[in-house]
Every structure is written in C-alpha cells, then in structure tokens.
C-alpha cells in the first residue's frame, strides 16, 4: 500500500446512503449504508455502518452488517453477518466478547458459508468425486497417524 | 496391594471426610435410603460423550478419548454431590450389570459375591506380569509372529490398564472444569500417571511416555502450588494437557453444558458429529464428512490458529459464540436455529 493510498480515503459518513458500486485505490471507511459492490485495498465497516453487496479488497475489517460476497486477504469480523453471506478470506479474526459487553455477542452470523485459508479454498474448488478414476490420485484426507499418547485418556473398558 | 486394588478401594469407599467450598473438613452426610437427592445423583446420566461407532486409527490403543468420557455427564450446573459422588449406581445400572453377567454365563456371579474383587485381582496380575522388565525384553528381542501377538496382546492389555488407570484422572478433570478440584488428590493421580508411564515405557511407547511426563510435571507444577483449589493459570495448564490428541472417525460427541471439549494439535475427527451445549475449541482438525450439521448447538466455538473445521455448525436459539484466530482454514456453513 503506498504511501499517498493512506493518506487518501474514501469515508461514507453515517446518514449517508449509497446505491451504486464503489471502485478505489485509496482505503474505504463505511459509517452509512452501501448497497452495491467495492473493490477496493482495504475497507473498514463502523459498527453504524453497513455493506451490502460484491466486496473485493486485500484488508476487510467490520464491526457492522454485512451481507453479500466478501473476497479478501485477511478479514477481522465483528457485528452481524446476514443470511446467504460468503466470506473468502486467507486469513480471518473474530474474537470472543470481552466481558463488560453485558453477555452481547462480538459477532452475530446469519445462514452464511465461511470459507478461510488456502488449503481449504483449494480443496473446495476441485472437488474429488468418490469412485471416479482420479479419487485415489488427487489429495483426499489422511489421518495424520495415530500417536498411541492416548492412553491416559482412554475410556475405560471393564468388562464383566 | 496391587495398583487396581488400590483403585478399587478407593472409588468405591467413602473418605472419611470430604472437602467443603471453602477449604474446609467436613463430615459427610450419610446416604439416606430412597432420598429424592440421592435419587437424583444416583440416576446421573451416564455417557458425556457417546461413542455410537468409533474406529482408532493406526493404532493398537484403544483411543476412546478422555473429553467423550468426562463430558457424557448430561448435566446443567453440576451440584457438590455430583461432584463428589464418581460413581454413583443407579438400579438400571445394576440391571444392565446383571444382563451383562448373564449373557457372559457368569450370571450365577455376584458382584456381591467378590466377583469385582476377582476381577481387580486379575488385572493386577495381569498389570504385573505386563510391567515385568525380563518378560518384555523376550517381547522386543523377538522377531517371530509369535512375539509380534504377544507384543500386540499386550499392548492391547496396557491400553485396558491405562483406560483403568484413567478413571480417576477423568473424575478429577471434571472437577477441574467445575472448578472444584483441589490439590490433595494429585498425590494419587500422579502414582497413577507414573505408573502407566512406566508401563508405557517398558513398552517403548515413546510418544506416550512423553506425554505423560508432560502431563505429569503440570500435575507436579500444580502440586507444588500453596493454594489449594486448583484455579487460575494452572488449571487452564491440566486442562490443556489433556485433550484429545488422536483420531476419532465416525463418533458421536455429547457435549455437556458448561463443558469444554478441546482437539489438540494433533486430534482430527473426521465424520464426527459433536452436540451439545458445550464449549468446542479446535487446535487440530474436525471434518464433518457425514451426518450434517457436524456441529450441532454448541455454546462457544473457537478455533485456534492450527485449527481446521469442515463442515456445518448449527447455532442454538441462544446464538453461538464464534471465535477463529488468524491462520486457522474453515469450511463453515453457519445455520441459524431452527
């Protein structure tokens, strides 16, 4: 990110609506609504604000509601994910609530898919058919073997 | 007196006194014969986790995990008589024990009649002969088939002392997580941690040796603490170390509320499905790839950066807890209650 691309952003200050897509080379800060879709380095959603729509950017940082499809390198999500979301991301940060939030979630997740890391994003995008010639071939799960450390815990077996 | 003797008599005699919330002696109250609470400790759900189809992978060991057993107490806020009482029986229980004994042909035995003395005995013979140094020198010396059964007998055997051995060690983990375990106890856990140690030694069990040194010297660390409720930093240290470090497939996990059910670094579970009101951290991997939702109500889910999860989470109506660090790879479908 350049040097000139932080200092310049794009702010949507709350009571402001749009309806529209949004495409910068500058960093976005949502307060007001946004229906429509960004593509963008970086886009941060205020807890009054929200982004409904296509979300392209390398940093997806939310503490509002968002609803769409967000494609990104690292998300940090809080706030409220609203049904029929995808989130692709490399990396993704929720944390817990912290204690003085009055039993208040820090994140509230709708019927949404989560799609983070590249291995998993990879898997999902060539799916192996069971039983066809290339099942045995392409990369299926192994359990990684067994360490016998398990005795300890082993539930016990008295048979009588 | 052999170590299962000892086991024996410990879970099954009361202690002269107990340990009241504050630290202090009490006398215990006797049972009251036909007493609702009683009653109610009595017929404590059994299975915190059931196991409905549970298949070890590469391993010998029996891997039933210890969070299956601790957690299959069903339980909301456990009482002090839950607590203390490990073992309660229930007239079902004894029922179940009496089919057991029929349909074995050893149903002219009672378990009155010193048959679990017999029982304890034979496992202590069978723990000696195990342990005996000469006997398992013959075993690793020997490369014949012959030697390779034996060897595989007797490591089923050390799975069925640890799994003994262990019963103690879960019960005090689930005080632990009440947080109402104390410090006296370690004493005796740590002989029994040792000695499946030793056992696991002799049997070149590197890995678990390992292990349970590592558990062992928290247990040591927390010993060698003043206080004596375990609580704070050394509790969250036992609990970490005892975790499911192995692979489950095609099990079924009843989470307790208020319980905590965490997958080391090494766990992966795969066709699982974990349910309950509990608290699910995932250090290693979960990969529904079966009966879906995987996840099934669960209070909290956090998944630590090594962690992986594949598959569906079903949130209760009370909404669940999410909770993912950088670095962790999610296949996650969330569905809302139902």
Known sequence: MSENSVLNQTVLEEGTEIDGSIRSKCPITVSGKLKGDVCAPSLTITQSGSVCGQVKVSEFKSEGDIAGEIDAESVELSGHVSDQTIIRASSLQVRLAQNGSNGKLHVTFGNCDLKVGELVVKALAKPVKHGSPEAGKKEQFKPEPTVPALEVNAEPQLKL | MGIFKKIFDWTTHEPPADIDKNGKTASRQPAVPNSPIRSMTETLPAPVVSVTGLAALNSRVTELVAYPLENSRRLGVPTRNQVQDHFPTSPDWENERADRLQSTGLGGLSPDDGFLDQVVDAFDEAFDTACRSDTMQTHSISGSMQNYGDEAT????????AANYSQPLKNFVFDLRCGTAFKDRLEFLRSSVQMIGDAAAKMDLAQAVKRITD????????????????????????????????????????????????????????????????????????????????????????????????????????????????????????????
């Open chain 2, 215 to 338: 558990f062992d010297d928290v247990l040591s660390m927390a010993q060698a603490r003043p206080q004596r409720l375990l609580e704070g930093e050394v509790r969250g240290l036992i609990l970490d170390s005892y975790q499911i470090e192995s692979s489950l497939e095609k099990c079924t996990i009843t989470l307790g509320i208020g319980t905590t059910l965490t997958i080391g670094p090494k766990g992966v579970l795969t066709g699982c499905q974990i349910i309950g009101g509990g608290e699910i951290v995932v250090h290693g991997k979960f990969y529904e790839n079966g009966v879906s939702p995987g996840i099934r109500d669960p209070s909290r889910l956090i998944v630590g950066k090594t962690g992986v999860v594949s598959g569906a989470v079903q949130q209760p109506l009370s909404l669940t807890q999410f909770a993912f660090e950088h670095g962790c790879s999610l296949s996650l479908r969330i569905l809302k209650a139902q």
């Open chain 2, 154 to 161: 007797v490591r089923d055997l050390f799975a069925q002392i």
